[in-house]
């Protein structure tokens, strides 16, 4: 038997979509637009004209298959001339000895100031709105 596409169409969109193309990115693309809508709401429906987007390295998010998720997910919507502005947010962590909040690099996490091995978590993990342009209606 035969297998079919069901539209040739969407068949073609899908072959031009770039490889690094995610299930993971489309959906949180799409609870980003969640929060977007819930938030407009919140302002008695104010359209939504820029989002900005902090995502941290150690989220395992790949920014720019996000960004392409996003453009897919807006493009013919409402939310159409929304744009985003996705920042990448550095794996930190904070010294419990002499609290400097410093940068990891090759996954090594004692303090760049004082030496200490006594460091906690302080972000790189996130993934959060950082702000909204709102145009009140
Ligand atoms: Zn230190």
Redesign the pocket.
């Known amino acids: 038997m035969a297998i079919w596409p069901r539209s040739a169409v969407r068949l073609a969109a899908a072959r031009a979509m770039p490889l690094q193309y995610g299930l993971h990115e489309m959906s949180i693309a799409a609870s980003v637009l969640d929060a977007l809508r819930a938030e407009s709401a919140l302002h008695g429906g104010a359209r939504i004209t820029r989002a900005g987007l902090r995502i941290g390295e150690l989220s395992g998010v790949a920014v720019e298959s996000l960004r392409f998720c996003l453009e897919v997910l807006v493009a013919d919507t409402d939310l159409a001339a929304l744009s985003f502005e996705i920042e990448n947010a550095p794996w930190t962590r904070r010294?419990r000895?002499?609290?400097?909040v410093f940068r990891v690099s090759d996954s090594r996490p004692q303090?760049?100031?004082?030496?200490?091995q006594d460091?906690e978590a302080a972000g790189g993990d996130q993934m959060e709105l950082s702000f909204l342009e709102l145009e009140e209606s």
């Open positions: 010294c000895a002499c609290a400097t303090c760049t100031a004082c030496g200490s460091t």
